[in-house]
Structure formats: structure tokens, C-alpha cells
């Protein structure tokens, strides 16, 4: 399994970005996708996760600013981040995993996430 993330970067307050996270090695449309950040405050949480039948959860304060997709040809997801803050500087992880097992309560969701991409940085300058 392996998840390759990009399109990190710094912009001003205000601003987009769009992440993209490309995985292979596994069955792609069985599987439960998310994005997840940590913070310089070491906070660890869920942002947005996306189901293989494209069900969607955000983590509250994200929606309206952030949108999850996928494209199933492509083995891609997605991440849409608009009206970008400061306290949105994080290194965000893209995971897969299965439904059921752990609780995230940011996302409301039970899932298993066994597999991590490596990350890529935004950093939002205020």
C-alpha cells in the first residue's frame, strides 16, 4: 500500500489549496479514505474522510471551507481547502483503512487506518 500526497504549500490567510493524495496497492473502491493533520501544537485530528461508495464526514469547523472528493479511475482523493486560517498550518496525512474499529470523534466515524502517506506541509501566513 502506499499514498503519495502533494500540493502542500504557504499562502496568505484567505487563500486555496488543493491536496492530492494517490494510492495504490489495494483494492481502491473497498476502501475508506481521509485526510488528517497535525498541528505545531501537536494536535493530531481528523479533517474529512470519504467512503468507497462516497459517503463524507467533516470535521465540524471544516465545513463550508474544506471539500473531500475522489476519483475512483484515478485512485486519487482529494482535499479542497478555501478560506484558508493561520491555525490551518499543519502537515496534513493522507490514510486508508477500514470501516470500524477507533472512534474519531472530530469525524464521527469508526475506522481503521493502517496506512499513512508521508505528509505534505501548509502553511498559512496570516
Known amino acids: 500500500v502506499r499514498l503519495m500526497e502533494s500540493g502542500g504549500g504557504s499562502v496568505q490567510a484567505g487563500g486555496s489549496l488543493r491536496l492530492t493524495c494517490v494510492a495504490s496497492?489495494?483494492?481502491?473502491?473497498?476502501?475508506?479514505m481521509a485526510w488528517f493533520r497535525h498541528t505545531p501544537a501537536k494536535v493530531h485530528e481528523g479533517v474529512a474522510s470519504i467512503s468507497g461508495v462516497g459517503s463524507i464526514l467533516y470535521k465540524d469547523s471544516m465545513k463550508g471551507r474544506f471539500t473531500i472528493s475522489q476519483d475512483n479511475a484515478k485512485n486519487t482523493v482529494y482535499l479542497e481547502m478555501k478560506s484558508l486560517k493561520p491555525e490551518d498550518t499543519a502537515m496534513y496525512y493522507c490514510?486508508?483503512?477500514?470501516?470500524?474499529?477507533?472512534?474519531?470523534?472530530?469525524?464521527?466515524?469508526?475506522?481503521?487506518?493502517?496506512?499513512w502517506g508521508q505528509g505534505t506541509q501548509v502553511t498559512v501566513a496570516s
Open positions: 496497492g489495494f483494492v481502491y473502491t473497498k476502501a475508506c
Open positions: 490514510a486508508t483503512g477500514t470501516v470500524g474499529g477507533r472512534h474519531y470523534r472530530e469525524l464521527g466515524l469508526f475506522a481503521d487506518f493502517g496506512y
